[in-house]
């Protein structure tokens, strides 16, 4: 499996993942980087399928149209998401790429229409989860109640080795491993729901 973490513009990180055998690949969040992901693409022979924004905010799906119309990819979002999409999916639904099974899960609570990425072992998170921090929930659509339950009653329950892979560049790395954020990140604290809610409404 190729797994390309992509930043050239801004902190935002855009992601190819590829099956090596069939050269058949998905772009996740195209952002500022398209000329970037572009050429990656096409130097390595890859077919890109897909291209599958984590959720609708601008920073993270600038570059659809310009990658849709280089490399004839189709755009995958949530359904309910509000961007142009040629494909809509929800949670437990899974993208086929050479051998690969991309699933998806739905984790609300930055937008409504937010989703997490499994693939061989590893989570794009999106802006659901960055390394020592979670997103936040106070923009239109967010909601700390709903993000309470994609960080404990989704991406926790995964096993701690699996990586992680964040949608911005927030962290002094550049990715982590479910376990190093239990451990390290304190927004991942035990904290009841109430206890949660009051603090990602502290400044």
């Known amino acids: 499996m190729i797994l390309e973490q992509i930043k050239r513009n801004g902190d935002n990180f855009s992601y190819v993942i590829a099956d090596e055998g069939t050269g ?8 500022y ?12 022979g890859l077919r890109a399928r897909y291209i599958i924004s984590t959720h609708y905010h601008s920073d993270h799906t600038a570059g659809n149209n310009e990658v849709k119309a280089a490399l004839g990819s189709k755009i995958v979002a949530h359904r309910l998401s509000r961007i142009n999409k040629d494909i809509g999916v929800t949670d437990g639904d899974e993208l086929l790429i050479g051998s690969l099974n991309i699933r998806i899960m739905h984790t609300p609570g ?5 989703i997490c990425l499994l693939v061989g072992g590893a989570v794009i998170t999106g802006d659901t989860l960055f390394i020592g921090e979670c997103g936040r929930t ?7 109640e709903e993000m309470f339950d ?3 009653n989704k991406l926790m329950m995964l096993d ?20 190093e954020e239990k451990r390290t990140n304190y927004t991942l604290k035990e904290r009841s729901l109430e206890e949660f809610v009051k603090f990602m409404k502290e400044p």
């Open 160 to 179: 701690d080795a699996t990586l992680v892979y964040p949608g911005h560049d927030y962290g002094q790395k550049s990715h982590s491993t479910i376990g």
């Open 110 to 114: 930055h937008t409504h229409d937010g």
């Open 150 to 152: 994609s960080l404990f």
């Open 33 to 44: 980087n398209a000329d970037e992901i572009i050429a990656f693409v096409k130097d390595r």
């Open 24 to 31: 058949e690949a998905a772009i996740v969040d195209t952002s």
């Open 138 to 144: 106070d923009l239109p659509d967010g909601s700390p």
